[in-house]
């Protein structure tokens, strides 16, 4: 199971699924208020772990498609709990992540 798990880049898939789909399920249902559920998971935790997600994908030699993953599960989140006016965030997260991946040198063999 952990070697299919790996093969299919699954670590991937489960923090962009946890951050993108249950954080903010999970702020939602313990009543953290609106400005702080778009500061703090928004602005901070978003951003920050798409930039080190776009980083660990091209250290890790991974294909570059893992680089919409984060960003697809984070606008299916904003989309379920949080007002319109913040999907553009999504966009940001790619390019965040599409920079950190970009921005790396592959890993030395």
Known sequence: M???????SGQYWLIA???????PWGLKLMSVSRFHQIVW??????????A???WWI??????????FVLPVFCFI??????PTYVYYLA????GISYLAYGLTAPREV
């Open 17 to 23: 699924l946890v951050v993108g789909v249950v954080l």
């Open 77 to 82: 989140g904003l989309y379920l709990f949080f």
């Open 41 to 50: 998971l928004l602005f901070v935790v978003d951003f920050i772990l798409a």
């Open 52 to 54: 080190v997600i776009g």
């Open 2 to 8: 952990t070697e299919k798990f790996l093969k299919y």
């Open 58 to 67: 091209r250290k890790a030699d991974r294909t570059g498609w893992l680089v």
């Open 91 to 94: 966009l940001v997260d790619l």
